[in-house]
């Protein structure tokens, strides 16, 4: 199971931080991934990072946001670098076994969203 938090309301500018636990003992072999949905648009890939913390960014996401795992802890944070009213989304955090194929799909397990509202 994977539980994602601290989503709420943003200031345009200010950096965020997401996290999302996991449970299980395989978390170290996992790949790990953020995506996210605006209000009427499809989900759209933000970035992921593999089990040795090789890190894969989505189009446009690379310096926007920056992913890291804490695999003591079973964690994956997603960091929102100077956030703008456009990053307005839920944010759902994803899990697979690391098959090296990182963008888009195949993830089996996700997190319920955590909803970020960024304000100017």
């Known amino acids: 199971q994977l539980q994602a938090s601290g989503g709420g309301s943003a200031q345009a500018g200010v950096s965020l931080r997401l996290s999302c636990a996991a449970s299980g003992r395989s978390f170290s072999t996992y790949a790990l991934a953020w995506f996210r949905q605006a209000p009427g648009k499809e989900r759209e890939f933000v970035v992921a990072v593999s089990r040795t913390g090789a890190t894969y960014y989505g189009d446009s996401m690379r310096g926007r946001f920056t992913i890291s795992r804490d695999n003591a802890k079973n964690t994956v944070y997603l960091q929102m670098n100077s956030p703008k009213p456009e990053d307005t989304a839920a944010y759902y955090c994803?899990?697979?076994?690391?098959?090296?194929?990182?963008?888009?799909?195949?993830?089996?397990?996700w997190g319920q969203g955590t909803l970020v509202t960024v304000s100017s």
């Open positions: 994803a899990a697979k076994w690391d098959n090296g194929v990182y963008y888009g799909g195949g993830y089996e397990y």
